[in-house]
């Protein structure tokens, strides 16, 4: 087991498959010319299956796919059907932005992934297209539907943008009243050198619950201490979804954290908030390197797991970022 000197223990693990996006999200990825990990430096599907037959044995129950985005990658069917025959009792979850996946829900669905987080910012095509950069709306919410009809869970994720949409509100509202659905919304976080975050575009979780609370009534949902992810849940009166609050600025959760990421070029970050990072690419594939090697290595980085809060409040101040690397490179 990973366990870190605060007492948490590791039991999720964040897995980037690719830095590649085929969308441009201008908050996520700023920087026009980005400089994409060179292929030879990737984590290939061998050396990510060699990582996960580690986790495994060390009490982690489940990984996400993240990315930049996962379904970019070629043949990430493949992989997370090996993944399921080689590590069945992993929770396989998955981080998409949906417009890659119309063609390959049913089969999603007969690998058995339980849930996908789905992000989705607006639900204005014009406003779609200027922070993606593409057309998309349409295909992403159709593909939210076949999800729903197949029976996977469907976390609707929305980055909370003053300025962008904040005016939405009532429409997402209207989404989890209408559809069985988490919309979870998550403060903007200042992540990446260049990153666009400023006070002007933060919109804080209170101002959002407080907006929603005017529209409906909101109901905390009860959630496990242990295991449980960054979201308060609320259901509404009347509302076959539900309504999730990230709040990673305002009221962070940093105690009962239980996640380590995995970055496309085998990086381990034990926060998402610090540029600390290992280099495990280089282990994972040495045949000198040992399965009980590896684990040493997982485990004596885990324990520096730093608290995430702290990092930020020591760099209040001094920098607008929190690290350094893009959100879409670290996998969110
Ligand atoms: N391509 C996939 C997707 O769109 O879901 C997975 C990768 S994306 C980096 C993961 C999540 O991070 C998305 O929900 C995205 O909106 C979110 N994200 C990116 N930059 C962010 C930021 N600065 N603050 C908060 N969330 C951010």
Redesign the pocket.
């Known amino acids: 087991m990973i366990k870190d000197n605060y007492g948490r223990a590791v039991s999720y693990l964040r897995l980037s498959v690719t830095d590649r996006?085929n969308?441009n999200?201008f908050?996520?990825r700023p920087c026009k010319n980005m400089r994409f990990i060179p292929h030879d430096q990737i984590l290939t599907y061998e050396d990510m299956f060699r990582l996960l037959g580690v986790v495994s044995e060390m009490d982690v129950q489940k990984v996400r796919l993240?990315?930049?985005?996962?379904f970019a990658r070629r043949d990430i069917l493949y992989f997370l059907n090996r993944i399921k025959d080689d590590f069945p009792r992993l929770d396989i979850r998955v981080?998409?932005?949906a417009t890659l996946i119309a063609g390959k829900i049913r089969a999603l669905k007969d690998i058995g992934i339980k849930g996908l987080?789905?992000?989705l910012?607006t639900l204005d095509p014009n406003k779609y297209a200027e922070i993606t950069g593409r057309n998309s709306l349409d295909n992403v919410l159709t593909s939210i539907d076949r999800c729903l009809e197949e029976g996977i869970r469907v976390k609707v994720?929305v980055?909370a943008l003053k300025g962008v949409n904040d005016d939405e509100l009532e429409g997402f509202v209207n989404l989890a009243m209408t559809k069985p659905l988490d919309v979870r919304f998550?403060?903007?976080?200042?992540?990446?050198q260049k990153?666009l975050?400023n006070k002007e575009h933060f919109w804080p979780a209170r101002e959002i619950i407080r907006g929603i609370g005017m529209l409906t009534g909101l109901n905390s949902v009860d959630q496990p201490v242990v295991n449980n992810g960054p979201a308060r849940i609320y259901s509404l009166d009347q509302g076959a979804g539900r309504i999730g609050i990230i709040s990673p600025l305002s009221n962070h959760f940093c105690g009962t954290c239980n996640r380590l990421r995995i970055t496309a070029d085998g990086r381990l970050r034990t926060c998402l908030f610090s540029d600390k990072d290992y280099r495990l690419l280089p282990l994972i594939r040495s045949s000198k390197i040992s399965r009980e090697r590896l684990k040493a290595v997982l485990e004596k980085a885990g324990m520096k797991k730093p608290m995430g809060h702290e990092l930020v409040e020591q760099k209040n101040g001094k920098s607008t970022s929190f690290c350094k690397r893009v959100?879409?490179s670290?996998?969110?």
């Open positions: 996006c969308l999200c908050y996520c993240t990315g930049g985005e996962p981080t998409t932005n987080n789905i992000s910012d994720n980055v998550i403060e903007f976080m200042p992540i990446g990153t975050w959100m879409s670290i996998g969110g």
